[in-house]
């Protein structure tokens, strides 16, 4: 199996499972899902649950798909958020262990981001 090591930018590395041409039409496919959920109503949704049940997931796990970006996205907020203070230079010399604090948890993040991204994609498999 290939790896692919990415920069995403402000200083964050994020590892995926196949080659470039794979981590390439994953981005724009993240692009996309990006700007068509930036366009539809919240209301849209709720549909969520009626769409897994008919699909032969259960309960939980419907409610678990349904949650899902809402927990990234979430995730992705403090991500943001630890990166931009881990960009001032005051930081390391006025509190370096609050430094390392903020790269330990900024690591943690990436793992469950991809651990997310992992079940997210097995859920929907599963749909399919």
């Known amino acids: 199996m290939t790896q692919t090591v990415v920069a995403e930018g402000s200083g964050v590395w994020r590892e995926f499972a196949g080659g470039y041409s794979d981590w390439s ?31 032969g997931l259960t309960w939980k796990e419907g409610r678990e798909l349904e949650a899902l970006p ?3 996205a979430a995730l992705e907020a403090e991500q943001r958020d630890l990166v931009a203070r881990l960009e001032d230079p005051a930081l390391y010399r006025s509190d370096p262990a609050k430094a390392q604090e903020y790269s330990n948890r ?22 399919s």
């Open 25 to 55: 039409r994953w981005q724009v496919g993240q692009a996309q899902e990006l700007e068509e959920s930036a366009a539809k109503p919240v209301s849209n949704r709720k549909k969520g649950p009626e769409r897994a049940k008919s699909a």
């Open 106 to 127: 900024l690591a943690a993040i990436d793992t469950e981001l991809l651990r997310l991204l992992e079940r997210w994609e097995a859920l929907e498999a599963r749909l």
């Open 70 to 72: 809402d927990h990234m």
